[in-house]
């Protein structure tokens, strides 16, 4: 079974500051992986993708992320962050189960950003 | 915009009614997905459809179901409604299956009274 944990429900940072994100994912078999991010009164819209290609994913808005298989890992960063950036960003696993894809989403991290 | 559309967007109704939420996936789209979002369950994944039929199941309440018609639109039905119910429920669609890039419509809030 695959599962999702993403460590830190809410995460405060300085405006200007590097954002870190962190999930860790469970699943049997190579997974792809995903962060999504809701801004209020809004649906989910996808930041990045992993696939198996590269390691590190670049996403939009200057968000990136590195797929760490020893580690399990794929924590989402960004150098500086900025005040459009609070949200909430749920990471995502999908993966084979039971001869279909099935899609997992963490619990979400809620980023506020500090002026 | 991400082409997915949900109606209606607001829904208020009482405890043990019935209601029936549309979803209109994007162009070509074959997979539909929900999702109820709630302060204290968060995301939770209900149920998937693919091209007309049932692909994944994941937290959905019996008396919540839900189908995809043969034009790809999906309609959640949710009956012998509760409080608990009161929730933002999510509709997603994606090209084929879930390894694919999922777009969001902007939800349709349930409030139960």
Same mark, same amino acid.
């Given at each position: ?26 699943? %049997?078999?190579?997974?792809?992986? @995903?962060?999504? &991010?809701?801004? +209020?009164?809004? #649906?989910? $819209?996808?930041?990045?993708?992993? =696939? ?31 005040? %459009?950036?609070?949200?909430?960003? @749920?990471?995502? &696993?999908?993966? +084979?189960?039971? #001869?279909? $894809?099935?899609?997992?989403?963490? =619990? ?8 | ?113």
């Amino acid at each position: 079974a695959q599962s999702v944990t993403q460590l830190g429900s809410h995460v405060s940072v300085s405006e200007g500051a590097l954002v870190l994100l962190r999930c860790n994912y469970s699943s %049997s078999v190579p997974p792809y992986l @995903f962060w999504y &991010v809701q801004y +209020p009164n809004q #649906g989910l $819209q996808l930041l990045l993708k992993y =696939t198996s290609a590269a390691t590190l994913v670049k996403g939009i808005n200057g968000f990136e992320a590195e797929f760490k298989k020893s580690e399990t890992s794929f924590h989402l960063t960004k150098p500086s962050a900025h005040m %459009s950036d609070a949200a909430e960003y @749920f990471c995502a &696993v999908s993966s +084979p189960s039971g #001869g279909y $894809q099935k899609v997992t989403f963490g =619990t979400g991290t809620k980023l506020q950003v500090i002026p | 915009d991400s082409g997915v559309t949900q109606t209606p967007k607001h829904l208020i109704t009482a405890t043990g009614q019935r209601v029936t939420l549309r979803c209109s996936p994007r162009s070509g789209d074959l997979s539909v997905y929900w999702y109820q979002q709630s302060l204290d369950q968060g995301l939770q994944f209900l149920i998937q459809y693919y091209n007309g039929e049932e692909r994944a199941k994941g937290n959905i309440l019996e008396r919540f179901s839900a189908q995809q018609f043969p034009d790809l639109h999906s309609e959640l039905n949710l009956s012998s409604l509760e409080l608990g119910d009161s929730a933002l429920y999510f509709c997603a669609s994606s090209t084929r299956q879930s390894t694919d890039t999922q777009y969001f419509g902007p939800g349709t809030r349930l409030t139960v009274l």
